[in-house]
Structures are given as structure tokens and as C-alpha cells.
């Protein structure tokens, strides 16, 4: 419990920071479960040659969801009552959110070129029964173009939202340090 030295200004800087760092990781979360990457013939959104991949179908998908969970768990950690504790948690959410939206990041900006090509690999992987002939699989790959969903902006804005919110608490943190400092000592 806080005393009087602290202040309304602490108690919105640490409900503004568990807000921000909690809202942050459920949006980069939802998104990690949800599409990321959709391959379909270019100009059409009907023609889908793959079904859509979710965040956690990728590897920084998976990264995205644990750090989802990181930031949440050190958010909830900042009500512990050890100053170093709450330095630590809101560093440890700043940088969880850092995380997130770099994974993201490197997701768009390797490209979707991964993705057509291994679209294209998994149609001349049919059995040969099945597989159009070549000619044409050349002609679809000229053709097919990745296109990221929702889900990876979703995860990108989470991430955004969580450094926000670590770098409030943060604030909040280094703040109530000298106030609760004054405090007299009760036996």
C-alpha cells in the first residue's frame, strides 16, 4: 500500500503503465494467433494458392506470443515491493516489447519473396498425378505474390504499445523510489 507521500500523480503513472504494458501484450498476442501471411495469385484475393499462415505457424510468431506473455508477467511483477524489482520488471517489459516489435519487423523486412517460393515448392512436391506440368507451375510462380495479414500489424502495434507502457512504468518506478523513501519506518 502506498502512503500519502506518493501521490495521485504515481498511482496514474502505475495504472497507466499496467494498462499500456497489459494492453500491448493481449493486442501482440491476439495477433500472434491470428494470419500473417496469405500466398495468392497477384491482383486477386480469391485465388489463395496456400491457406493463410498464423503467427505461431512461424517462428517469430512463437517469439511474439512468449514475450506476450514476458511483458505481462513482469507488468504484474511491478506491484512487488522491492524497488529493484520494479526496475527490473519495467525494464524487462520495455524490452519484451522491444522484442516483439523487432521480430515483427524482421518478419516484413525479409520479405514475402520466402513465402512464394515455398508456395511454389509445395506444389512441385505433389506427386506427379497431381502436379501440373511444369510449364505451368513457371507461370504461376511469376504470377504469385505473399501478402501479410492483420495479424502481423496487430503484433507490431502490441509491441509498440508494451514499450510505451514499460517505459511508463518505468517512470512510475523511478518516481515512487524518493517518495516512499520519506516514509517513517514503522516498527
Same mark, same amino acid.
Given at each position: ?28 498476442? %491476439? ?83 520466402? %513465402? ?72
Amino acid at each position: 500500500m502506498e502512503g500519502p507521500a506518493a501521490g495521485s500523480g504515481h498511482r496514474v503513472l502505475r495504472i497507466a503503465g499496467l494498462l499500456l504494458v497489459g494492453t500491448g501484450a493481449l493486442l501482440a498476442g %491476439f495477433g500472434a494467433l491470428s494470419a500473417w501471411v496469405e500466398v495468392g495469385l497477384v491482383g486477386s484475393s480469391v485465388d489463395v494458392i496456400t491457406p493463410e499462415e498464423l503467427g505461431v505457424d512461424r517462428p517469430e510468431g512463437i517469439v511474439v506470443l512468449a514475450l506476450a506473455v514476458v511483458a505481462i508477467v513482469a507488468a504484474l511483477m511491478t506491484r512487488s515491493g522491492a524497488d529493484a524489482a520494479r526496475d527490473r520488471a519495467a525494464v524487462v517489459a520495455t524490452v519484451a516489447g522491444i522484442a516483439i516489435v523487432l521480430a515483427c519487423m524482421l518478419l516484413v523486412t525479409l520479405g514475402t519473396r520466402r %513465402f512464394e517460393t515455398a508456395a511454389i515448392d509445395r506444389i512441385k512436391a505433389l506427386p506427379e498425378a497431381t502436379r501440373p506440368p511444369e510449364e505451368l507451375i513457371d507461370g504461376i510462380a511469376e504470377l504469385t505474390e505473399a501478402r501479410f495479414r492483420g495479424g502481423v500489424w496487430l503484433s507490431l502495434g502490441g509491441g509498440i504499445v508494451v514499450v510505451v507502457g514499460g517505459v511508463t512504468t518505468g517512470a512510475w518506478a523511478r518516481r515512487i523510489r524518493p517518495a516512499l523513501a520519506e516514509q517513517p519506518v514503522r516498527p
